[in-house]
């Protein structure tokens, strides 16, 4: 764990600390599962979005996407009666093949990906509405599914817990991305191109294969979640499913420490930063804040947090500076210096 | 000698785990020209920096006409007539060479309006690429200029001051001969007109032809100074390195086997009129000169993948191949360390390690995943065998002084196997110790069998290194040389598309 995750991880003790403070609410085992499983859902897609912030991009679709792929499931399973193992496979596929859209489009096309993801936000937010006929998609009341509903929406008891199952789905993809980020080739590719893309190519990295790539997981994950919270809301409105979702994708990226830059960024760091923007959502809701705040508080949270950061980072440079600063004077006690004239 | 007017007394300077400077004293005179030399990461840009307002240093005086001071700001810098020209090219890309030139201050008209006098800069931006016989023009893009041409705009910018100071740190290492040339002659106009001027290079003969005086300096001190009368490149290098250096040509230990990289009638599209033939045999360095802008560059990036070749054709051991991209060529054993560190060679806040292993991570790969360990050693290795100066191995690129990152660039594809080895000004920025030991190491690889093709501007090393010698002008090689035809004199006249008269000098 780096000392920027460490902080972020302080500041949401320090928060959930004030927040049960003021309602023990906070602590109940219900709000808390509840809370746990926005966590699972938000964290999937956010992981999504970190893999594209590293690489330089931006994916600004992520919402419309999970709208339409939401609405496509639930038809496919109640409408069309497809077994629900081919349908989640479909709109997994089409996750994939959206991505892969998207990233030939940034990479072969030479678009920018803030244009081309924000023209997939306007044309999927279209196609899902007017699919539905603007009309909300959902569970019918004979329509049930128990193993699917258990296994996306469901909760198993660990020791008296509630544990949603989202939150094992979030362990499982965080692991993975885990390793593929920070341990392995690909992972060192990922970060290289966000870095600098023209030594990466002078390096043999093919780099647009791995643009593409990005663009491709990011894609299958936000599927992946698409399928799960399209499970636990159970009914889908086309024209604010989902809505916003890609700039909590953004904000938790951001604040886990990936820099719009490219070229950094830690998984713990966007799971810790989901926690820290479900943790503030249910804030608004305990401390009986009018949720029409909701949207100012965790954009005040969020530059804060950001100022307080830039302030540990430039404050560890100036104790970095003097110490090296001591080890001189160590270094140059022994030694005699030669004059010039 | 005239009072000096700038004086810097025990500059101290340490970054985490580096000392840079340690008590370092300078003083400089009106109408002097001080050479400032020494190993990389001796702290010589670091100096200079503290000197135009960039650095605070850590302790010391500076004193300019009199006032003491602890530091300058960038301001304090430009008001006491202090001009800087950066190793590190600051350019904006984006930007025309007048735009450059005079980024920050232009000319301005309308008034209240503030309007960029776009005429006046332009003509103001005239004498002086006439001074340093610029073959661009004021309105030029920048992106479209060369890194040699690059450096010529950065110089303009510190001439285009009219300071009492310019300071000009290696401001040749990618000039060709005849703009270092012109370079020299605008460093003597400038000190005629009482202008000082310190001076930072590697290359030794132009210390020689410019300096009055030359100071060097060790791990961050002042290890000595020598007057005009003093200065002799044998005397320079004992200061810097401590120890006397054997010349530079080391003969192949088997004469040069076949072919390995043939190019037949290439044509790129710098030149689509002109198509370029030359083979690389194994075992051998071939040298390529040329001036700047004479196609070299692209040649290279050409047989590397990284642009299409626009005709013609590549042969590897007799057999053509295709090479469509960076990685086929890798693939193949080509390999190129570009000339361009900052853009294409390196990633600059990353650490030394993971910019080594970046081209052959996949031999660091233990089921799909990074073995560090070995990496690591890999790196401390390469570390020792180059004498790269870092605290350690995980020290961020960036931070490493101009020569050090060079010598990272070059370790990313020693640390490989390659079957053709292309170089683009492999020393830039490299000290004298350390180029020996480059030097050395290209040896090592054409012994154990390697084509090396080294494109170089530095014709100390053009004619020093190379076994053989082709020379190219506007897009076409003008002429080849062998080592008993090398001399100054052929190299330039092929350089400018003359020929030479028949055999041997
Ligand atoms: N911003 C920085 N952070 C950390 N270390 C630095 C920084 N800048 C310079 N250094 C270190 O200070 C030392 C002196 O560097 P400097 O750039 O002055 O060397 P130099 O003499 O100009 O070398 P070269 O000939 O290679 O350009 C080096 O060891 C370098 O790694
Ligand atoms: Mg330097």
Redesign the pocket.
């Known amino acids: 764990m780096s000392k920027k995750d460490l902080s972020l991880l302080v500041l949401i003790l320090v928060v959930g600390t004030v927040v049960a403070l003021i309602n023990p609410r906070f602590l109940f085992v219900g709000n808390l599962s509840n809370t746990a499983n926005q966590i699972g859902l938000f964290g999937i897609f956010s992981i999504a979005e970190a893999f594209i912030i590293i690489i330089g991009g931006i994916e600004l679709s992520v919402g419309s996407v999970i709208a339409l792929l939401g609405v496509l499931f639930i038809d496919l399973i109640v409408n069309h009666d497809v077994n629900w193992v081919v349908a989640l496979a479909m709109i997994v596929a089409a996750g994939l093949a959206i991505g892969l859209v998207h990233g030939t489009l940034v990479t072969r096309m030479r678009i920018q990906a803030f244009v081309v993801t924000l023209c997939g936000l306007l044309i999927y937010r279209g196609a899902a509405r007017y699919y539905t006929e603007d009309a909300t998609a959902g569970f019918g009341f004979g329509a049930s599914f128990p193993m699917l509903e258990w296994l996306a929406a469901g909760r198993t008891n660990i020791l008296g817990f509630p544990l949603p199952h989202s939150v094992v789905a979030l362990a499982v993809v965080a692991v993975i991305a885990w390793v593929v980020l920070h341990r392995s080739v690909f992972g060192r590719y990922l970060f290289a191109v966000g870095k600098n893309e023209e030594a990466a190519r002078y390096s043999g990295i093919r780099t647009n294969r791995v643009i593409i790539s990005a663009y491709v997981i990011c894609g299958g994950l936000t599927a992946f979640s698409a399928i799960l919270i399209a499970m636990y809301t159970r009914s889908i409105s086309p024209a604010v499913h989902g809505s916003f979702y890609e700039l909590y994708a953004i904000a938790a990226a951001v604040l886990g420490g990936c820099s719009l830059r490219g070229g950094e960024g830690s998984i713990i760091g966007v799971v810790l930063g989901t926690v820290l923007l479900q943790v503030l959502q249910n804030l608004v809701n305990l401390l009986g804040i009018p949720s029409s705040l909701n949207f100012a508080v965790m954009g005040t949270v969020i530059l804060v947090g950001v100022l307080g950061d830039q302030y540990l980072v430039q404050r560890r440079q100036r104790v970095g500076v003097a110490k090296g600063r001591e080890q001189a004077s160590v270094a140059a006690a022994p030694l005699e210096r030669v004059k010039v004239e | 000698m005239s009072e000096p007017f700038l004086e810097l007394i025990d500059i101290s300077k340490s970054?985490?785990g580096?000392v840079?400077l340690d008590h370092v004293g300078l003083q400089v005179s009106p109408g002097e020209v001080v050479a400032l030399i020494?190993?990389?990461?001796?702290?010589?840009?670091?100096?200079m920096r503290v000197l135009g307002g960039v650095v605070e240093p850590s302790g010391g005086v500076i004193r300019v006409d009199g006032t003491a001071r602890s530091s300058l700001t960038v301001a304090d810098a430009i008001k006491a007539g202090i001009a800087f020209v950066h190793?590190e090219l600051n350019l904006f890309d984006n930007l025309d060479v007048a735009g450059n030139v005079f980024i920050g201050r232009e000319p301005v008209q309308g008034g209240p309006l503030r309007l960029i006098d776009r005429k006046r800069m332009y003509a103001d931006v005239a004498p002086l690429l006439e001074r340093l016989g610029c073959d661009f023009a004021a309105d030029a893009p920048l992106a479209e200029l060369s890194l040699a041409q690059r450096q010529l705009v950065e110089i303009m910018k510190a001439l285009s001051l009219d300071a009492r100071l310019v300071i000009m740190?290696?401001p040749t290492s990618s000039l060709t001969l005849a703009e270092t040339d012109r370079l020299m002659r605008t460093v003597a106009g400038l000190k005629a007109h009482g202008v000082s001027i310190i001076f930072?290079t590697?290359r030794l003969n132009e210390v020689m032809q410019c300096a009055d005086r030359a100071v060097v300096?060790r791990d961050?001190r002042v290890v000595g100074a020598l007057t005009r009368a003093e200065l002799s490149p044998a005397a320079m290098i004992r200061l810097m390195i401590g120890r006397d250096l054997k010349s530079l040509y080391v003969p192949p230990a088997a004469p040069p086997g076949d072919s390995v990289l043939e190019i037949v009638d290439a044509v790129t599209d710098t030149y689509p009129g002109r198509a370029v033939s030359l083979s690389v045999r194994r075992g051998e360095i071939l040298g390529l000169a040329g001036l700047v802008g004479s196609g070299r560059t692209e040649l290279s990036r050409a047989v590397f993948g990284i642009d299409r070749l626009r005709g013609g054709t590549i042969r590897l051991d007799g057999e053509p191949i295709r090479i469509a991209s960076p990685r086929a060529a890798i693939e193949q054993g080509i390999y190129l360390v570009p000339e361009d560190r900052k853009g294409a060679g390196l990633l600059l806040d990353v650490s030394i390690t993971e910019n080594i292993s970046l081209p052959d991570l996949a031999s660091y790969m233990r089921f799909w995943l990074v073995d560090t360990e070995r990496e690591n050693e890999n790196a401390v290795r390469q570390r020792e065998r180059l004498k790269i100066?870092?605290p350690d191995v995980r020290t961020a690129v960036g931070?490493?002084?101009?020569?050090?990152q060079q010598k990272v660039v070059l370790a990313k594809w020693l640390s490989m196997r390659p079957k053709v080895l292309i170089v683009d000004e492999p020393t830039r920025?490299v000290?004298v110790g350390a180029k020996q030991e480059i030097y050395g190491m290209l040896r090592r690889l054409t012994d154990a069998g390697v084509a090396i093709l080294m494109i170089s501007s530095d014709m100390e090393e053009v004619i020093g290194v190379s076994d053989r010698l082709a020379v190219m002008h506007e897009g076409a090689i003008s002429g080849f040389l062998d080592r008993s035809q090398f001399s100054e004199h052929n190299v330039l006249q092929l350089a400018v598309g003359h020929t030479i008269e028949a055999e041997g000098p």
Do not use: F, M
Not at chain 2, 399 to 404: A, D, E, R
């Open positions: 970054y985490p580096v840079a020494g190993e990389n990461g001796a702290g010589k840009s670091t100096l190793q740190d290696e930072i590697h300096l961050g100066r870092a931070s490493l002084s101009g020569g050090n920025g000290d």
